[in-house]
C-alpha cells in the first residue's frame, strides 16, 4: 500500500476485494409515528466505493447516525467486521475503524488544523495524565508520531499548510478536507462520508473525487451520501437509493440511472 | 524539538516541512515571552523584599492560593469546557483533609509529605463520586447540580459537629514543616506556595499541550464530535474534574496550613465565584490570565481599602468595566487572542 496517512490502518494490508465489512439487516428506527429507516438490508465489501443517494429526508444522514452509534436502532441488526454495532458507543465503533464526517462540518472550530487532525489520532494512542505530566520518553516519541502522522494526513488531503491556521478560520473546501483529514486520522477500515461534495465548485469536487480514489487505494472502503451526481457517478462502484426509510433499489451507476423507481423518487410518478 | 514529516519520502514532503516550521517560527515570539516569563518570576521570587509589611506577604500567599485555586478551575472551565459552580467544595475537603490529619482535634499529626498526596487524592476521588453520575449533563444543567454539591460539602461541614466541629471549627493545625524545616513565617509560607504555584503552572501547561489536554479541548469544542472522533468522553470528563479537584485540594492544603485554622465560612458559594471571576477576568483557558486575574482581584479590595464604604462598590463597577470592554479577559489565551486579530484582519 502507499499513502504513508494511512499506514496504521489494520486492514489495509490484507484487503480482500470480496470480503464482507458491513452487514445490515432488518435495520428500523422510528422516532414516535415517523418511520425514518424501514426494515434496511443492504451490504459493503471491503476495498468498495459505495454511494447512498435519495431525496431529501430519505433517512441517509439518519443510516450514519445509526452505524456510528449516535442514535440506537429500533430494530435490525449492523455487523461491522463481525462486531455487533448495535451494543457500542460512538467512540468503540470508531476505535473499531468506522468512522464518520459531518455533514454540516463539525469541527473544533478555536483548535489548529493540525490538533484537529491529532484530536483524531487518540484513539490509536495512549498517553495518560501521568504520562502528560511525567513527559517521559515514550510519551514523547508518541507525540512526536502523533504530530508526524497529523502533518501526513494533512498533507495526503492537501492542506499541509493550513496546519497552524485555526479550523474556523480556513475556507470552507479546506475545511471540508479538514474534516476528512481528522476522520482519516482515526485510522479506520471504513470512511462513511456525509455530503462531501456539498457547497464544493466543480474543481473542487474533481479533486474530491481523486481524493476518495487515493483514501480506497489505501485499503479504506468508501461509503458516500452525495447529491452531485457528477461525483456519484464518478465513484461510485454500487450505489444505494432510499426512499421514505427503504432501499427501492441498489446497482451500478448505469443500473441505477435507468431504474424506473428512482426516477419516480427523485422526480415524482407520472400521473 | 522535533521536526515533523521527516519520515516523509514522498514528493510534497520537503514544501511541507520547510512551511510548517516557517509558521512554527513566526508563532513563537521566543524572546518576548522569555523576558516576559524572566520579569515575572524575578517580581514573585523578591515579593518578601520589597514588600513592607508581613501583612502584605501575607496578601501574597493569599494570592498564591488563589492563583492555585484559578489555575486548577481552568483545566475543568478552560480546557474542558465544563461549568463547575461547586468548585470550592474540593478546596474545602483539601484543607480539612490536612486539618484531620494534623491538628489535636483527632490528636493525628501526619507527617507534611504524606498529607500532601492525600489532600490532592482525596478530592480527586469526590471529583470522580460526583461526576460519574453528573458529567453526562451539558452546560447549565452541570452548573446546578455542581451548584448543588458545593453547597452541600459546606452544609456537611457546618453540621457534622463530631467529625468537623462544625462552625466552630477545627483551629490549631499543625505549622507546615519539611524534614524539621518549619514554614512558620509569612515570608517562608510565601516561598513554599511560589514553589507549588510553579509546579502547578508546569503541570498546566504539559496537560494542556498533551494527547489529553487536546482531547478536552476537542470535548469543549464540540462534544458530539468528539465523540465521533473516537473520544470517549465520559472518562475525559471525570479525569478533567479529579485533575481540577486534585489542585484544589492543593490550594486547600495551602490555605488549611497557613491560616492554622479551617471553618467552613471559607467556602462558600460566593468563593467558587470569585474564583469563575478571577479566571473569566484573566481569559478563559489561559495560564497567566488565570494568574493575572487572581493578582488583580486579590490585590484589588487591598487597594481600594482607603475608600473603605465603596470598596466593593467599586470592586463591582471595574469587573463590569473590564468585562465590557475586554471580553477576552486581561490576558486571553494564544488561540482565542488570534482569533480575534484574525477576525479584525478580514
Redesign the interface.
Known amino acids: 500500500m502507499s499513502g504513508p496517512a494511512l499506514a496504521t490502518t489494520a486492514a489495509a494490508a490484507g484487503a480482500q476485494p470480496d470480503h464482507l465489512l458491513l452487514d445490515v439487516r432488518g435495520l428500523t428506527k422510528r422516532f414516535g409515528g415517523l418511520q425514518a429507516i424501514c426494515e434496511l438490508s443492504y451490504q459493503v465489501f471491503r476495498g468498495e466505493i459505495v454511494a447512498v443517494i435519495g431525496p431529501n429526508g430519505a433517512g441517509k444522514t439518519t443510516l450514519y447516525n445509526l452505524l456510528t452509534a449516535t442514535y440506537r436502532p429500533t430494530g435490525g441488526t449492523m455487523v461491522f467486521d463481525g462486531h455487533d454495532l448495535g451494543r457500542l458507543s460512538p467512540h468503540e465503533v470508531t476505535e473499531l475503524g468506522l468512522v464518520r464526517t459531518f455533514q454540516n462540518i463539525r469541527l473544533f472550530p478555536n483548535m489548529t488544523a493540525l490538533d484537529n487532525v491529532k484530536v483524531g489520532r487518540y484513539c490509536r494512542t495512549d498517553a495518560g495524565l501521568f504520562g502528560a505530566l511525567t513527559r517521559l520518553r515514550g510519551t514523547r516519541r508518541e507525540e512526536r508520531e502523533i504530530e508526524e502522522q497529523a502533518m501526513e494526513t494533512l498533507a495526503f488531503v492537501g492542506i499541509a499548510h493550513r496546519a497552524d491556521e485555526l479550523a474556523k478560520s480556513l475556507p470552507y473546501g479546506d475545511q471540508k478536507l479538514l474534516e476528512i483529514a481528522r476522520a482519516l486520522s482515526t485510522g479506520p477500515r471504513m470512511i462513511l462520508l456525509d455530503e462531501p461534495a456539498a457547497g464544493l465548485n466543480s474543481g473542487e469536487s474533481a479533486e474530491l473525487v481523486e481524493l476518495v480514489r487515493k483514501i480506497r487505494s489505501d485499503g479504506v472502503t468508501v461509503v458516500l451520501i452525495e447529491h452531485d451526481m457528477k461525483v456519484v457517478m464518478g465513484l461510485a462502484e454500487r450505489i444505494v437509493v432510499l426512499d421514505h426509510g427503504m432501499m427501492i433499489c441498489q446497482g451500478t451507476p448505469a443500473e441505477v440511472r435507468c431504474d424506473q423507481r428512482v426516477i419516480d423518487a427523485y422526480l415524482g410518478k407520472a400521473v | 524539538m ?1 521536526v ?7 514528493d ?2 520537503g514544501p ?1 516541512r520547510r ?2 516550521s516557517e ?2 517560527g513566526i ?1 513563537a515570539l521566543r524572546p518576548m515571552r522569555m523576558t516576559s516569563l524572566v520579569v515575572f518570576a524575578a517580581a514573585a521570587a523578591t515579593v518578601p523584599l520589597w514588600v513592607g509589611s508581613n501583612y502584605l506577604i501575607r496578601v501574597a500567599v493569599v494570592a498564591c492560593i488563589y492563583i492555585m485555586l484559578s489555575l486548577g478551575l481552568n483545566i475543568v472551565v478552560g480546557f474542558c469546557g465544563l461549568l463547575d459552580l461547586g468548585y470550592v467544595a474540593f478546596y474545602a475537603i483539601g484543607a480539612y483533609t490536612y486539618a484531620f490529619l494534623a491538628s489535636p482535634h483527632f490528636g493525628l499529626h501526619l507527617p507534611w509529605l504524606v498529607i500532601l498526596p492525600l489532600c490532592a487524592l482525596v478530592p480527586a476521588i469526590f471529583g470522580i463520586l460526583l461526576g460519574t453520575p453528573t458529567l453526562r449533563l451539558r452546560g447549565d444543567y452541570l452548573a446546578i447540580v455542581t451548584l448543588g454539591f458545593g453547597e452541600i460539602v459546606r452544609l456537611f461541614i457546618n453540621n457534622l459537629d463530631r467529625l468537623t466541629n462544625g462552625p466552630k471549627g477545627i483551629a490549631n493545625l499543625d505549622t507546615v514543616s519539611i524534614a524539621g524545616f518549619k514554614f512558620g513565617s509569612p515570608t517562608r509560607y510565601y516561598y513554599l506556595a511560589l514553589v507549588f504555584v510553579a509546579l502547578m503552572v508546569v ?1 498546566i501547561r ?2 494542556g499541550d ?6 478536552w ?2 470535548i469543549r ?2 462534544e ?10 465520559h472518562s475525559l470528563k471525570l ?1 478533567a474534574f479529579a ?1 481540577g479537584a486534585a489542585f484544589a485540594g492543593i490550594a486547600g492544603l495551602m490555605f488549611a496550613g497557613f491560616q492554622s485554622f479551617v471553618s467552613p465560612e471559607s467556602f462558600t458559594f460566593g468563593e467558587s465565584v470569585i474564583i469563575f471571576c478571577m479566571i473569566t477576568l484573566g481569559g478563559m483557558g489561559s495560564i497567566p490570565g488565570a494568574i493575572l486575574g487572581s493578582l488583580v482581584l486579590v490585590i484589588l479590595p487591598e487597594v481600594l481599602r482607603p475608600v473603605a464604604d465603596y470598596r466593593y462598590l467599586l470592586y463591582g463597577l471595574l469587573l463590569i468595566l473590564v468585562m465590557t470592554m475586554r471580553p477576552q479577559g486581561l490576558w486571553p489565551n494564544k ?2 487572542r ?2 480575534l486579530t ?1 477576525r479584525a484582519e478580514r
Open positions: 522535533n515533523p514529516g521527516e519520515s516523509v519520502v514522498s510534497p514532503a511541507v512551511a510548517w509558521a512554527k508563532a503541570a504539559r496537560l498533551s494527547r489529553i489536554g487536546r482531547a479541548g476537542a469544542e464540540d458530539l464530535a468528539a465523540k465521533a472522533m473516537g473520544l470517549n468522553t479525569r485533575t488561540q482565542r488570534r482569533e484574525e
